[in-house]
């Protein structure tokens, strides 16, 4: 008999949901667990530590591209870790890139809201530039 959990312990022990432990079955990032007689998933250890490293990866905004990538060095560990270096250098760019693109976004932002005269609706600054990209100093794509 395995002894394992279920999905809704699970997920509850790894801070996450059950849709989301099937999807990552689904996509591969999470191997598909032990069945009961009943069909009943039943989760070992590993998936629980596996589910937690997937959460935290996607909390430091990693793309499930880099975590099956860091999971595939994860699961051949006499490797040197020069890949999880550069996926993580990656990562700290990408960071780097939407840090100056919210900067950028901050900055108009507070302009628009600034030249606002605090008048009528018809005449708001705020409302002027968001119907007109072309008046905004910022390019979000």
Do not use: W
Not at 51 to 68: C, K, Q, V
Not at 87 to 96: C, L, M, N, P
Not at 109 to 137: F, N, P, Y
Request: a negative charge; proline letters at 4%; one cysteine or more.
């Amino acid at each position: 008999m395995n002894r394992g959990i279920g999905i809704g312990a699970l997920a509850k022990q790894a801070g996450t949901k059950v849709p989301t432990v099937r999807y990552y079955e689904q996509i591969g990032l999470l191997p598909e667990p032990d069945r009961t007689a009943g069909n009943q998933r039943r989760y070992s250890q590993d998936h629980v530590s596996r589910l937690a490293f997937i959460r935290h990866s996607r909390d430091l905004g990693f793309t499930l591209e880099a975590i099956r990538d860091l999971l595939a060095l994860v699961d051949t560990p006499d490797q040197p870790c020069e890949v999880a270096d550069q996926i993580a250098r990656r990562q700290i760019e990408d960071i780097d890139v939407r840090i100056r693109q919210l900067t950028a976004l901050r900055t108009e932002l507070l302009h628009m809201v600034d030249q606002c005269a605090g008048g009528k609706i018809e005449t708001c600054r705020v409302i002027e530039v968001l119907s007109d990209h072309g008046q905004c100093g910022v390019d979000v794509h």
